[in-house]
């Protein structure tokens, strides 16, 4: 929970999105983006921030 909570509720949703097994094509549809491209990237944004928040998580284990 405390990784996915530097997560904005647009970022949440399309990881849930993807988690739940929709492509990045659907998820575009769905969220009305012009390409999925622009999936690719949030996701990839999603997935650098998560590592980041779990870094830090791993390194201070008082961090919330």
């Keep these: 929970d405390e990784a996915l909570a530097v997560l904005t509720e647009k970022e949440r949703e399309i990881l ?6 929709f492509d990045n094509h659907q998820i575009a549809n769905y969220l009305f983006y012009k390409n999925n491209k622009i999936v690719a990237t949030r996701l990839a944004q999603i997935i650098e921030k998560v590592q980041k ?12």
């Design 53 to 64: 928040s779990v870094a830090k998580i791993g390194t201070n284990p008082n961090a919330k």
């Design 16 to 21: 849930i999105l993807s988690a739940a097994g």
